[in-house]
């Protein structure tokens, strides 16, 4: 079965405090994607990342940075300096491989992220 | 690019009537698109994957006689909420597929189900 777990349902943190999400998948395919999306207040999903399961080098896009290892199934989301427009939901994601359903998304229950000022 | 429009952004409704969502592909053709649904504080929880000229297929636990999808051309899919009821209230979000490997999602639309 497959399964993503984000065990920290609210997270609140003063900004310019760095935060990490965390993401624990389960998975039986030896391939698939991870994904972290997030969604603010207006609910429209915004795209963060796509990480191919091959892939385990540690991505670094301004403040957020990912952190990939397959020995643990984690792939967890780094947020550093955080300001108030970080606050949101944010949702990692698995994808089963291509020729399996591939494309279909597996949400985690979502992380509710506040930055006060 | 890879935009993706959703339409109504929200509607209001009475139980028993039925309530037709649109999902399109503004700038690109998608094969497949993907329905989901969201309560409120909660996870998206796929509903149905449907793939242009056939079938959408279901996810368990979704009745297909509720929720009905059509996918009838490459740039639009429709899911229609039949006989809604106040337990029926959620958002629901389209996806769209350009590629098996990469989805744009669309803005959502709130239903509320009186």
């Known amino acids: 079965a497959q399964k993503v777990t984000q065990a920290q349902t609210e997270i609140s943190v003063v900004e310019k405090e760095d935060v990490t999400l965390d993401c624990v998948y389960e998975?039986?395919?030896?391939?698939?994607?991870l994904f972290w999306y997030k969604q603010p207040p207006s609910g429209e999903l915004v795209f963060l990342i796509r990480?191919?399961?091959?892939?385990?080098q540690n991505e670094i896009s301004g403040r957020y940075s990912w952190n990939f290892q397959k020995s643990t199934s984690s792939f967890n989301f780094t947020i550093t300096a955080s300001q108030v427009v970080d606050s949101a939901v944010y949702f990692c994601a698995l994808s089963p491989p291509i020729y399996n359903q591939g494309g279909k998304l597996i949400f985690g229950q979502g992380t509710e992220l506040s930055v006060k000022p | 690019g890879a935009v993706v429009s959703q339409h109504p952004s929200r509607v209001i409704c009475k139980s028993g009537t039925s309530v037709k969502i649109e999902c399109r592909s503004l700038d690109f053709q998608a094969t497949t698109m993907f329905w989901y649904r969201q309560f409120p504080k909660k996870s998206l929880m796929l509903m149905a994957t449907s793939n242009e000229g056939s079938k959408a297929t279901y996810e368990q636990g979704v009745e297909k006689d509720k929720f009905l999808i059509n996918h009838a051309s490459l740039t639009l899919s429709t899911l229609t909420v039949t006989s809604a009821h106040p337990e029926d209230s959620s958002f629901y979000i389209c996806?769209?597929?350009?590629?098996?490997?990469?989805?744009?999602f669309g803005p959502g639309t709130r239903l509320t189900v009186l």
């Open positions: 998975t039986r395919d030896t391939t698939y994607y």
């Open positions: 996806s769209a597929a350009p590629t098996t490997d990469t989805q744009y």
């Open positions: 990480r191919n399961s091959f892939d385990e």
